[in-house]
């Protein structure tokens, strides 16, 4: 009697625990990566980002769809990609699942009756996984906005792509202080999808922007974050009306939330006219913030790209452009840079025109076999929004930078008493002003 009931009671509990975990028949699916690869070849206005051959999947929202796309044969990336053949423009990327982690042909990309999302090889290894079997997962779907989502019976998401960024955010994505995503990560090339050097990253007081984690080249000022002794929650993407609403206008910004005040300060991306729900912001190969809004069901044309971090332009309607000398590589290993442009390369013997080849040689580590040159007026990459070392003086900064073999230069501003020590030179800036020296590591004959 009593085993029985044990018995009966296990069942029981079986029952529930299968009934709350089965994804209905008609919602779970499983594609294979094999078949005929598209190349976009009938015309260029059909191209997709990083002109890749690809597999479009079943599942699609307007204006986005999986794929499975290759840069490199046999190493694919599962992608959603947005845009239609309809708008003529280049296809983008906006979310993937495996970057640096490719898969071959025959993968697969499934979801299995227990909610689990999975990307695997033919063999069957898993390579990408939501995690969420037996979560009460019952429905996949790819929401208007981008966001693909698994939901449960009473509608919340169990997962969502939202929360796994790697380059992009779309409108209403955002970046998190206290857990979930805090940080984009540029990618390594065009034909190369791991991770790249740069990093977008929400910190409590500011966003900022890393050459490979720890070099600062970027960051936001919000002074009224200071003022108001608030920190920031999450960035996300928004549009908001602006007070041209009856103009038809709309803003697209990244905002700063926070749990204390109503104030959210933000990046301020530029004013559009037309509804761009669809709109992304990314960190490009290139370690620039890039902007583009997504017109949908225009004939060409549809995308535009709204605002550039790293441009050229003056500031105007209190729109804010960095100089693009700030990007570490504007220009190259080693370069000076003026107003955007590289102007020279700096030598022991003095500067001489720029070209792509200019570098320094190695020093060494012994520090009888370099010795330093001297130039004027010029700061590194971290200089602009890193406060250095303050009160050092130089021949302190100068000995620090000797006795560290990794580091190939010191920056230093008199006026100030501060000093950088630099572990790689990359762009320098032309500043303009005889206080901010840079002492650059020559090896001696
Ligand atoms: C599966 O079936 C249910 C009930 O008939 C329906 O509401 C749902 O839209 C279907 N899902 C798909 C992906 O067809
Ligand atoms: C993929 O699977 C099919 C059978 O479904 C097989 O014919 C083909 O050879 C496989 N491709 C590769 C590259 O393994
Ligand atoms: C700022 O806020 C923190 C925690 O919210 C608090 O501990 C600190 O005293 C505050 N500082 C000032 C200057 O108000
Ligand atoms: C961002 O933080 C604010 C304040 O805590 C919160 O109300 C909002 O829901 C958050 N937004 C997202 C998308 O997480
Ligand atoms: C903008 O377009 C999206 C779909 O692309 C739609 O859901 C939304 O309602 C539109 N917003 C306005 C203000 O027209
Ligand atoms: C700043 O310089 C002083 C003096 O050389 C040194 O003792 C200190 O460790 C330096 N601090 C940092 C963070 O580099
Ligand atoms: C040089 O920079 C210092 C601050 O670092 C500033 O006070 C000074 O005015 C600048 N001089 C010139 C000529 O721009």
């Not at 970057?99 to 390579?127: M, Q």
């Not at 974050?225 to 929650?233: A, G, M, P």
């Not at 190969?285 to 441009?311: E, H, M």
Request: aromatic share 14%; proline share 4%; glycine share 8%.
């Amino acid at each position: 009697m009593a085993v029985s009931s044990s018995l009966s009671v296990i069942f029981f509990l079986c029952i529930t625990f299968i009934s709350d975990a089965i994804v209905p028949q008609n919602e779970t699916f499983r594609y294979v990566n094999q078949g005929d690869l598209s190349f976009d070849s009938e015309s260029l206005f059909f191209n997709s980002e990083y002109a890749p051959t690809y597999r479009p999947l079943p599942p699609f929202t307007f204006p986005f769809q999986f794929c499975f796309y290759n840069t490199t044969p046999n190493s694919y990336t599962l992608g959603l990609r947005m845009g239609t053949r309809r708008s003529r423009t280049v296809m983008r990327w906006v979310w993937e699942a495996n970057r640096g982690k490719p898969v071959r042909e025959n993968a697969t990309f499934s979801l299995g009756s227990d909610g689990n999302l999975i990307l695997a090889e033919a063999n069957g290894r898993i390579v990408w996984q939501t995690n969420t079997a037996n979560k009460g997962v019952v429905g996949f779907a790819i929401l208007s906005d981008g966001n693909v989502v698994l939901r449960d019976a009473n509608g919340n998401f169990v997962w969502q792509s939202f929360d796994s960024p790697t380059d992009t955010l779309l409108i209403g994505q955002s970046l998190r202080v206290n857990g979930g995503p805090y940080k984009l990560v540029s990618r390594e090339s065009v034909t190369n999808n791991v991770n790249g050097v740069y990093s977008f990253v929400i910190e409590p007081k500011r966003l900022a922007l890393y050459y490979k984690n720890n070099m600062r080249y970027w960051s936001s000022t919000f002074p009224e974050l200071d003022r108001q002794n608030v920190t920031i929650v999450n960035a996300t993407l928004v549009i908001a009306e602006t007070e041209y609403e009856e103009n038809n206008f709309h803003s697209l910004r990244c905002q700063l939330q926070n749990g204390q005040s109503f104030e959210f300060p933000s990046i301020d991306m530029g004013q559009i006219r037309y509804n761009s729900s669809l709109s992304y912001l990314r960190l490009s190969i290139d370690g620039n913030l890039r902007l583009y809004t997504y017109r949908a069901n225009v004939r060409g044309n549809a995308w535009s790209l709204l605002y550039t971090l790293f441009d050229r332009r003056e500031n105007e309607n209190g729109m804010v452009f960095e100089d693009e000398c700030q990007q570490p590589n504007r220009c190259g290993k080693f370069g000076l840079c003026e107003d955007s442009q590289c102007v020279g390369c700096p030598t022991p013997n003095g500067v001489f025109a720029w070209s792509k080849d200019c570098d320094t040689k190695p020093p060494g580590c012994n520090a009888g076999g370099f010795k330093y040159y001297q130039l004027k007026g010029v700061d590194h990459f971290t200089v602009k929004y890193t406060a250095g070392n303050r009160s050092a003086s130089r021949s302190d900064c100068e000995s620090k930078c000797t006795k560290d073999c990794g580091c190939m230069g010191y920056f230093y501003h008199t006026d100030k008493s501060r000093c950088w020590i630099a572990y790689e030179l990359k762009t320098l800036t032309r500043v303009g002003n005889s206080t901010h020296l840079a002492y650059i590591k020559t090896p001696v004959r």
